[in-house]
Protein backbone atom coordinates (compact mmCIF):
# COMPACT_ATOMS: atom_id res chain seq x y z
CA UNK A 1 0.00 0.00 0.00
CA UNK A 2 1.40 3.53 -0.79
CA UNK A 3 0.30 6.96 0.54
CA UNK A 4 -2.61 8.37 -1.36
CA UNK A 5 -5.92 6.60 -1.18
CA UNK A 6 -6.90 3.06 -0.54
CA UNK A 7 -11.07 2.20 -1.32
CA UNK A 8 -11.58 5.74 -1.58
CA UNK A 9 -10.04 6.61 2.07
CA UNK A 10 -6.81 8.84 2.46
CA UNK A 11 -4.27 7.12 3.43
CA UNK A 12 -0.91 8.28 4.79
CA UNK A 13 2.63 5.95 5.63
CA UNK A 14 5.07 8.91 6.96
CA UNK A 15 3.20 11.36 9.02
CA UNK A 16 5.46 14.45 11.06
CA UNK A 17 4.29 15.81 13.62
CA UNK A 18 4.16 19.32 15.49
CA UNK A 19 3.32 19.19 18.85
CA UNK A 20 2.80 22.47 21.32
CA UNK A 21 2.45 21.40 24.91
CA UNK A 22 0.17 23.21 27.29
CA UNK A 23 1.25 25.43 29.94
CA UNK A 24 2.67 22.79 31.81
CA UNK A 25 6.02 22.46 33.56
CA UNK A 26 7.33 18.55 32.98
CA UNK A 27 8.41 19.35 29.48
CA UNK A 28 9.88 17.00 27.13
CA UNK A 29 10.62 13.86 29.49
CA UNK A 30 7.56 14.49 30.89
CA UNK A 31 5.54 14.33 28.05
CA UNK A 32 7.54 11.41 26.15
CA UNK A 33 6.74 9.16 29.77
CA UNK A 34 3.19 9.99 28.95
CA UNK A 35 3.29 9.29 24.99
CA UNK A 36 5.31 5.72 26.16
CA UNK A 37 2.51 5.33 28.27
CA UNK A 38 -0.48 5.89 26.25
CA UNK A 39 1.74 3.60 23.29
CA UNK A 40 2.06 0.47 26.18
CA UNK A 41 -1.76 0.93 26.56
CA UNK A 42 -2.51 1.26 22.24
CA UNK A 43 -0.44 -1.93 21.43
CA UNK A 44 -2.46 -4.02 24.03
CA UNK A 45 -5.74 -3.11 23.02
CA UNK A 46 -5.41 -2.72 19.47
CA UNK A 47 -3.35 -5.58 18.92
CA UNK A 48 -0.78 -4.09 16.60
CA UNK A 49 2.55 -3.91 16.11
CA UNK A 50 4.40 -1.01 17.75
CA UNK A 51 7.94 0.30 17.69
CA UNK A 52 8.10 3.84 20.15
CA UNK A 53 12.16 5.36 19.58
CA UNK A 54 13.85 7.24 22.57
CA UNK A 55 13.67 10.62 23.31
CA UNK A 56 16.28 12.75 21.57
CA UNK A 57 16.77 16.34 22.95
CA UNK A 58 17.75 18.44 20.13
CA UNK A 59 17.90 21.66 21.32
CA UNK A 60 16.74 23.90 24.27
CA UNK A 61 13.49 24.25 21.61
CA UNK A 62 12.84 20.53 19.86
CA UNK A 63 13.31 17.46 21.09
CA UNK A 64 12.05 14.66 18.74
CA UNK A 65 11.05 10.71 19.16
CA UNK A 66 10.21 8.26 16.35
CA UNK A 67 6.97 6.02 16.28
CA UNK A 68 5.96 3.08 14.03
CA UNK A 69 2.71 1.34 14.07
CA UNK A 70 1.95 -1.54 11.62
CA UNK A 71 -1.10 -4.22 11.02
CA UNK A 72 -1.65 -7.20 8.08
CA UNK A 73 -1.59 -4.76 5.23
CA UNK A 74 -0.44 -1.34 6.26
CA UNK A 75 2.15 0.48 8.05
CA UNK A 76 3.51 3.74 9.07
CA UNK A 77 6.17 6.23 10.45
CA UNK A 78 5.73 8.96 12.47
CA UNK A 79 8.17 11.55 13.27
CA UNK A 80 7.02 13.58 16.43
CA UNK A 81 8.60 16.94 16.78
CA UNK A 82 8.07 18.24 20.12
CA UNK A 83 8.42 22.19 20.66
CA UNK A 84 9.76 22.70 23.92
CA UNK A 85 8.43 25.64 26.39
CA UNK A 86 9.53 24.25 29.71
CA UNK A 87 12.35 26.18 30.48
CA UNK A 88 9.59 29.67 29.92
CA UNK A 89 7.35 27.88 31.75
CA UNK A 90 9.47 27.04 34.93
CA UNK A 91 10.95 30.82 35.00
CA UNK A 92 7.42 32.15 34.80
CA UNK A 93 6.44 29.48 37.92
CA UNK A 94 9.67 29.90 40.07
CA UNK A 95 9.80 33.77 39.20
CA UNK A 96 8.91 36.32 42.42
CA UNK A 97 5.49 35.20 44.59
CA UNK A 98 5.62 39.55 44.04
CA UNK A 99 4.94 39.35 41.28
CA UNK A 100 3.04 36.24 40.69
CA UNK A 101 0.42 37.69 43.25
CA UNK A 102 0.24 41.04 42.04
CA UNK A 103 -0.27 39.94 38.57
CA UNK A 104 -2.53 36.62 39.47
CA UNK A 105 -4.99 39.74 41.09
CA UNK A 106 -4.00 41.78 37.66
CA UNK A 107 -6.07 38.99 35.36
CA UNK A 108 -8.10 38.55 38.29
CA UNK A 109 -9.37 42.53 38.47
CA UNK A 110 -9.09 43.05 34.14
CA UNK A 111 -11.41 39.82 33.42
CA UNK A 112 -14.03 41.37 35.73
CA UNK A 113 -13.85 45.15 34.64
CA UNK A 114 -12.99 44.26 31.25
CA UNK A 115 -15.98 41.57 30.80
CA UNK A 116 -13.93 39.43 30.03
CA UNK A 117 -15.15 37.04 32.61
CA UNK A 118 -18.40 37.69 31.54
CA UNK A 119 -18.25 36.79 28.07
CA UNK A 120 -16.70 33.54 29.02
CA UNK A 121 -19.75 32.60 31.08
CA UNK A 122 -22.29 33.59 28.09
CA UNK A 123 -20.34 31.15 25.80
CA UNK A 124 -19.16 28.51 28.45
CA UNK A 125 -20.71 28.24 31.84
CA UNK A 126 -18.86 25.44 32.49
CA UNK A 127 -15.51 27.13 31.97
CA UNK A 128 -16.07 29.76 33.71
CA UNK A 129 -16.79 27.92 36.48
CA UNK A 130 -13.49 26.27 36.40
CA UNK A 131 -11.78 29.47 35.93
CA UNK A 132 -13.58 31.28 38.73
CA UNK A 133 -12.19 27.71 41.05
CA UNK A 134 -8.59 29.15 40.38
CA UNK A 135 -9.49 32.43 40.88
CA UNK A 136 -10.95 32.09 44.10
CA UNK A 137 -7.56 30.34 45.47
CA UNK A 138 -5.59 32.60 44.61
CA UNK A 139 -7.76 35.35 46.51
CA UNK A 140 -8.46 33.21 49.04
CA UNK A 141 -4.50 32.22 49.64
CA UNK A 142 -4.21 36.40 50.56
CA UNK A 143 -7.77 36.95 52.61
CA UNK A 144 -6.73 33.41 54.98
CA UNK A 145 -3.30 34.97 55.71
CA UNK A 146 -4.65 38.85 55.79
CA UNK A 147 -7.50 37.68 58.33
CA UNK A 148 -5.08 35.51 60.52
CA UNK A 149 -2.79 38.66 60.79
CA UNK A 150 -5.57 40.71 61.75
CA UNK A 151 -7.25 38.59 64.21
CA UNK A 152 -3.54 38.58 65.97
CA UNK A 153 -2.93 42.11 65.77
CA UNK A 154 -6.30 43.16 67.35
CA UNK A 155 -5.92 39.85 69.86
CA UNK A 156 -2.16 41.25 70.84
CA UNK A 157 -3.41 45.02 70.79
CA UNK A 158 -6.64 44.87 72.64
CA UNK A 159 -6.75 41.71 74.61
CA UNK A 160 -3.50 41.75 75.81
CA UNK A 161 -2.71 45.43 75.87
CA UNK A 162 0.58 45.28 73.84
CA UNK A 163 2.17 47.68 72.23
CA UNK A 164 0.37 48.45 69.05
CA UNK A 165 3.63 48.57 67.11
CA UNK A 166 4.42 45.07 68.62
CA UNK A 167 0.91 44.33 67.65
CA UNK A 168 1.72 45.27 63.81
CA UNK A 169 4.50 43.25 63.94
CA UNK A 170 3.20 39.99 65.38
CA UNK A 171 0.38 40.67 62.74
CA UNK A 172 2.45 40.76 60.20
CA UNK A 173 4.58 37.80 60.94
CA UNK A 174 1.41 35.91 61.41
CA UNK A 175 0.06 36.70 57.81
CA UNK A 176 3.49 35.32 56.17
CA UNK A 177 3.43 32.55 58.39
CA UNK A 178 -0.49 31.16 57.12
CA UNK A 179 0.95 32.42 53.63
CA UNK A 180 3.98 29.92 53.57
CA UNK A 181 1.39 27.48 54.96
CA UNK A 182 -0.79 27.76 52.57
CA UNK A 183 1.46 27.37 49.56
CA UNK A 184 1.69 23.52 49.42
CA UNK A 185 -2.24 23.11 49.42
CA UNK A 186 -2.18 25.91 46.69
CA UNK A 187 0.46 23.97 44.49
CA UNK A 188 -1.56 20.74 44.70
CA UNK A 189 -4.45 22.74 43.37
CA UNK A 190 -2.49 23.99 40.53
CA UNK A 191 -3.33 27.65 41.25
CA UNK A 192 0.17 28.73 40.89
CA UNK A 193 0.45 26.80 37.25
CA UNK A 194 -2.92 28.41 35.68
CA UNK A 195 -2.54 31.89 37.03
CA UNK A 196 0.74 32.10 35.47
CA UNK A 197 -0.39 31.18 32.29
CA UNK A 198 -3.78 33.44 32.08
CA UNK A 199 -1.07 35.91 33.05
CA UNK A 200 1.08 35.16 30.16
CA UNK A 201 -2.33 35.12 27.72
CA UNK A 202 -3.52 37.78 28.14
CA UNK A 203 0.05 39.94 27.67
CA UNK A 204 -0.40 37.63 24.12
CA UNK A 205 -3.96 39.37 23.82
CA UNK A 206 -2.55 43.10 24.22
CA UNK A 207 0.47 42.28 21.95
CA UNK A 208 2.79 42.91 24.78
CA UNK A 209 6.00 41.34 23.44
CA UNK A 210 7.11 38.29 25.69
CA UNK A 211 9.13 34.92 24.79
CA UNK A 212 5.77 33.64 23.45
CA UNK A 213 7.17 35.42 20.21
CA UNK A 214 9.66 33.71 20.02
CA UNK A 215 8.64 30.61 20.32
CA UNK A 216 5.40 31.20 17.75
CA UNK A 217 8.32 32.49 15.73
CA UNK A 218 10.64 29.38 15.74
CA UNK A 219 7.71 27.12 15.62
CA UNK A 220 6.50 28.96 12.45
CA UNK A 221 10.13 28.59 10.40
CA UNK A 222 10.39 24.49 11.89
CA UNK A 223 7.12 24.39 10.13
CA UNK A 224 8.06 26.01 6.76
CA UNK A 225 11.13 23.50 6.59
CA UNK A 226 9.39 20.54 7.70
CA UNK A 227 6.97 21.16 4.86
CA UNK A 228 9.34 21.77 2.24
CA UNK A 229 11.56 18.89 2.98
CA UNK A 230 8.29 17.24 2.08
CA UNK A 231 9.65 13.87 3.79
CA UNK A 232 5.93 12.95 4.47
CA UNK A 233 2.55 12.73 3.53
CA UNK A 234 0.66 14.88 6.27
CA UNK A 235 2.16 17.69 8.19
CA UNK A 236 0.16 18.02 11.48
CA UNK A 237 0.51 21.04 13.57
CA UNK A 238 -0.99 19.79 17.55
CA UNK A 239 -1.53 21.78 19.99
CA UNK A 240 -3.58 20.77 23.32
CA UNK A 241 -5.06 23.07 26.17
CA UNK A 242 -3.13 26.54 25.89
CA UNK A 243 -1.15 24.95 23.49
CA UNK A 244 -4.12 25.31 20.69
CA UNK A 245 -3.46 29.15 21.17
CA UNK A 246 -0.01 28.83 20.80
CA UNK A 247 -0.14 25.93 17.69
CA UNK A 248 -3.31 27.99 15.78
CA UNK A 249 -0.54 31.29 16.25
CA UNK A 250 2.08 29.10 14.98
CA UNK A 251 0.09 28.21 12.21
CA UNK A 252 -0.91 31.39 11.35
CA UNK A 253 2.64 32.99 11.31
CA UNK A 254 3.92 30.15 9.34
CA UNK A 255 1.40 31.22 6.61
CA UNK A 256 2.68 34.94 6.73
CA UNK A 257 5.87 34.06 6.11
CA UNK A 258 4.95 31.57 3.60
CA UNK A 259 1.98 32.09 1.59
CA UNK A 260 2.17 28.87 -0.24
CA UNK A 261 2.45 26.72 2.31
CA UNK A 262 0.09 23.87 1.77
CA UNK A 263 -0.17 24.54 -2.13
CA UNK A 264 2.94 22.13 -2.21
CA UNK A 265 4.11 19.02 -0.32
CA UNK A 266 2.47 17.10 2.65
CA UNK A 267 -1.19 17.43 3.71
CA UNK A 268 -1.49 20.27 6.17
CA UNK A 269 -3.61 19.96 9.88
CA UNK A 270 -3.75 21.63 12.43
CA UNK A 271 -5.16 20.04 15.28
CA UNK A 272 -6.77 21.61 18.58
CA UNK A 273 -6.92 19.54 21.19
CA UNK A 274 -9.33 21.10 24.36
CA UNK A 275 -8.00 24.10 22.86
CA UNK A 276 -8.96 27.52 25.45
CA UNK A 277 -8.56 29.64 22.90
CA UNK A 278 -12.00 31.28 22.98
CA UNK A 279 -11.29 32.05 26.54
CA UNK A 280 -8.07 34.17 25.39
CA UNK A 281 -10.41 35.37 21.96
CA UNK A 282 -13.33 37.10 24.05
CA UNK A 283 -11.31 39.64 25.72
CA UNK A 284 -12.13 42.32 24.54
CA UNK A 285 -8.33 43.67 24.14
CA UNK A 286 -7.23 40.24 21.89
CA UNK A 287 -7.57 41.74 18.51
CA UNK A 288 -4.39 39.66 17.90
CA UNK A 289 -5.89 36.39 18.89
CA UNK A 290 -9.45 36.77 16.91
CA UNK A 291 -6.92 38.06 13.85
CA UNK A 292 -5.34 34.75 13.64
CA UNK A 293 -8.91 33.16 14.14
CA UNK A 294 -9.78 34.83 10.77
CA UNK A 295 -6.36 34.19 8.85
CA UNK A 296 -6.84 30.12 9.43
CA UNK A 297 -10.92 30.27 9.66
CA UNK A 298 -10.42 31.27 5.63
CA UNK A 299 -6.96 29.01 4.40
CA UNK A 300 -8.19 26.30 2.18
CA UNK A 301 -5.01 24.54 2.28
CA UNK A 302 -5.52 23.98 5.65
CA UNK A 303 -7.41 21.37 7.17
CA UNK A 304 -8.60 22.56 11.20
CA UNK A 305 -9.71 19.98 13.47
CA UNK A 306 -11.05 21.15 16.55
CA UNK A 307 -11.50 18.39 19.39
CA UNK A 308 -14.16 19.08 22.07
CA UNK A 309 -15.94 17.38 24.74
CA UNK A 310 -18.14 17.75 27.37
CA UNK A 311 -16.85 16.00 29.93
CA UNK A 312 -13.67 18.19 30.05
CA UNK A 313 -15.10 21.30 32.22
CA UNK A 314 -11.53 23.06 31.48
CA UNK A 315 -12.05 23.52 27.90
CA UNK A 316 -14.96 24.80 25.67
CA UNK A 317 -17.48 21.82 24.26
CA UNK A 318 -20.44 22.28 21.67
CA UNK A 319 -18.91 25.83 20.44
CA UNK A 320 -17.70 27.15 17.09
CA UNK A 321 -14.62 28.49 17.63
CA UNK A 322 -15.16 31.36 15.00
CA UNK A 323 -18.09 32.75 15.31
CA UNK A 324 -18.43 32.07 19.19
CA UNK A 325 -15.85 34.23 19.42
CA UNK A 326 -16.88 37.50 17.27
CA UNK A 327 -15.05 36.74 14.01
CA UNK A 328 -18.02 36.59 11.18
CA UNK A 329 -15.83 35.46 7.46
CA UNK A 330 -19.16 34.67 5.29
CA UNK A 331 -18.63 32.46 2.70
CA UNK A 332 -14.81 32.52 2.52
CA UNK A 333 -14.82 30.22 5.51
CA UNK A 334 -13.72 26.73 5.10
CA UNK A 335 -12.22 25.76 8.77
CA UNK A 336 -12.45 24.32 11.55
CA UNK A 337 -14.09 20.84 11.35
CA UNK A 338 -15.27 20.76 15.06
CA UNK A 339 -15.01 16.92 16.61
CA UNK A 340 -17.08 16.59 19.62
CA UNK A 341 -15.05 13.48 21.18
CA UNK A 342 -16.91 11.28 24.15
CA UNK A 343 -13.88 10.28 26.49
CA UNK A 344 -16.79 7.85 27.64
CA UNK A 345 -16.14 5.42 24.79
CA UNK A 346 -12.46 4.75 25.30
CA UNK A 347 -12.65 4.69 28.55
CA UNK A 348 -13.78 1.32 30.59
CA UNK A 349 -17.32 1.97 32.98
CA UNK A 350 -15.23 1.13 36.15
CA UNK A 351 -12.44 3.18 35.51
CA UNK A 352 -14.92 6.18 34.01
CA UNK A 353 -16.49 6.75 37.57
CA UNK A 354 -13.73 7.72 39.01
CA UNK A 355 -11.76 9.18 35.76
CA UNK A 356 -14.58 12.12 35.61
CA UNK A 357 -13.77 13.61 39.24
CA UNK A 358 -10.66 14.64 37.98
CA UNK A 359 -10.14 17.61 36.50
CA UNK A 360 -6.65 17.36 34.93
CA UNK A 361 -6.77 13.80 34.11
CA UNK A 362 -10.09 14.51 32.32
CA UNK A 363 -8.40 17.19 30.08
CA UNK A 364 -5.68 15.48 29.16
CA UNK A 365 -7.65 12.17 27.77
CA UNK A 366 -7.11 14.19 24.55
CA UNK A 367 -3.62 13.25 24.36
CA UNK A 368 -4.09 9.57 25.94
CA UNK A 369 -4.87 6.27 24.63
CA UNK A 370 -8.25 5.33 26.33
CA UNK A 371 -8.23 1.41 27.67
CA UNK A 372 -10.74 0.25 24.89
CA UNK A 373 -10.68 0.42 21.51
CA UNK A 374 -12.61 3.74 20.33
CA UNK A 375 -13.11 6.16 17.05
CA UNK A 376 -10.83 8.91 18.97
CA UNK A 377 -7.22 7.94 20.67
CA UNK A 378 -4.55 9.93 20.06
CA UNK A 379 -1.91 7.37 19.09
CA UNK A 380 -4.48 5.80 16.10
CA UNK A 381 -4.50 10.25 15.12
CA UNK A 382 -0.53 10.81 15.41
CA UNK A 383 0.36 7.54 13.82
CA UNK A 384 -2.76 5.75 12.25
CA UNK A 385 -2.61 4.98 8.76
CA UNK A 386 -6.14 7.15 8.14
CA UNK A 387 -5.52 10.43 7.42
CA UNK A 388 -6.10 12.60 9.91
CA UNK A 389 -9.06 14.78 8.50
CA UNK A 390 -10.18 11.82 6.87
CA UNK A 391 -10.54 9.74 9.52
CA UNK A 392 -12.01 13.00 11.81
CA UNK A 393 -14.94 13.43 9.00
CA UNK A 394 -15.59 10.21 8.18
CA UNK A 395 -14.82 8.07 11.94
CA UNK A 396 -18.60 6.84 11.77
CA UNK A 397 -18.43 5.01 8.23
CA UNK A 398 -14.91 3.92 8.68
CA UNK A 399 -14.81 0.56 10.90
CA UNK A 400 -12.34 0.27 13.32
CA UNK A 401 -11.62 -3.36 12.50
CA UNK A 402 -9.56 -1.68 9.70
CA UNK A 403 -7.46 -0.08 11.88
CA UNK A 404 -6.28 -3.10 12.72
CA UNK A 405 -6.12 -5.43 10.13
CA UNK A 406 -6.02 -3.05 6.88
CA UNK A 407 -9.64 -4.77 6.07
CA UNK A 408 -12.96 -3.18 5.40
CA UNK A 409 -15.40 -5.19 7.29
CA UNK A 410 -18.81 -6.18 6.00
CA UNK A 411 -21.66 -4.26 7.05
CA UNK A 412 -21.95 -6.75 10.29
CA UNK A 413 -18.47 -6.05 11.29
CA UNK A 414 -19.47 -2.28 10.97
CA UNK A 415 -22.46 -2.26 13.50
CA UNK A 416 -20.33 -4.87 15.93
CA UNK A 417 -16.76 -2.74 16.23
CA UNK A 418 -17.75 0.98 15.02
CA UNK A 419 -18.00 2.97 17.79
CA UNK A 420 -19.82 6.51 17.19
CA UNK A 421 -18.39 9.69 18.97
CA UNK A 422 -21.02 11.76 18.27
CA UNK A 423 -23.72 12.02 20.12
Given at each position: MTAGHFNGVGMVQRRHVIYVEGYDPRGAEGYYHLFQRAC??????WLVSLTLQPLKLDTDDFAHWRVAVSASNWQIATHYDFLRLERFIRADMAGSMVRLIAGGVGWIVDDLASGALFR??????RFSLHILYFQLV???????PAMSGLL?????????SLPVPIGIAMSLLAALACFLALRPIVDRSNAIQITSCWMMLRKLDRGRPTWLDYVIDAGARHLIAVARANEADELALIGHSAGGVIASAVM???????????????????????????????????????????????EPTLAWI?????KDYMSFS??????????????QRCNPLVWLVRFRDMISPEYYRRFTWNLFRVHYQYIRAGDRPAAYDYILLVSGPVAIEEWARNHRELTLEFIRSGIFGNEDCYRNVMIITDP
Open positions: DRFRREIFFASPVLAWLALVGRTLTVEFARALELDPDLGRRGPRLVLLTLGSIMPAVALHPDARRMREIVRRLAIDCQSRDFDPVEGVGVYVGT
